[in-house]
Structure formats: C-alpha cells, structure tokens
C-alpha cells in the first residue's frame, strides 16, 4: 500500500469512528454514592446504574471504593437526575429530579455552605 493508499484509508477509518455513535447503556435506576469518611477534603464518589434500584447502588458503591472511599454510603438513587455537591470542608448534599439542573439545584441547596460546588450529575436518559 502506498502512502496514498494508506492516507485515504486511514481518513476512511476515522470517519467511520467519528460518524459511528458510540451507544452508552441506559438503565433504569442510577445511584450516586459518596465516601463519608474523607468527606472534608475531595471525596471519592461513584455513578453507577442499573435495571434495579439495588444494581444500581452496588454499582455507585464498587466505583466509589475503586477511587479510594472508606466509608462509600449511596447518597441518592434516581430514576431520572440525579446530583452531588460538596463544600471541600464536610459539607454535602444531593438532589434527584426529572432535570439534571433541578438535581443540581437540590444538591447545591442540601449542601448548604457558599463554598459548594455540585461534583458530578447523571441522567439515565442522556
């Protein structure tokens, strides 16, 4: 194959990749957990979703232990949106809603310090 050859082919391939959709699982049920125990720093915290509102918090909850939580609780599970939000300081709190900005808003809220800032937010229909 010539350079040429190989220049097209190439360009071939990666327009397959980039037109091709990349299909993310869609679950039921989706939960966030949180590391209770670090809590006053940057916490760990997992997503994780499932066909059940149990599947989905193992799910939360391996993913917070695999990023180094202790003391991983689900702080929210959610059929639509749901939110976490932490201060750094101890503050947290979360929030579910049928948009992620309403969870978002929920979480920012339950945390309740000026200085919180929402972490991560899922929606199991985007």
Known sequence: MNKFHLSIFTALVLSVAIATPAWA???KWGAIALDTE???KAPAWGVGGGDTEKDASDAALKLCKDEGGVVCKAAVTYE???ALAV?????AGWGKS???GGAEKQAIDGC???SCSVVTSDCNDE
């Open 25 to 27: 699982d869609t679950y």
């Open 87 to 91: 201060d750094g300081k101890g503050a």
């Open 38 to 40: 670090k809590a006053e």
């Open 98 to 100: 049928p948009t992620k």
């Open 80 to 82: 639509q949106c749901g």
């Open 112 to 114: 309740g310090a000026d």
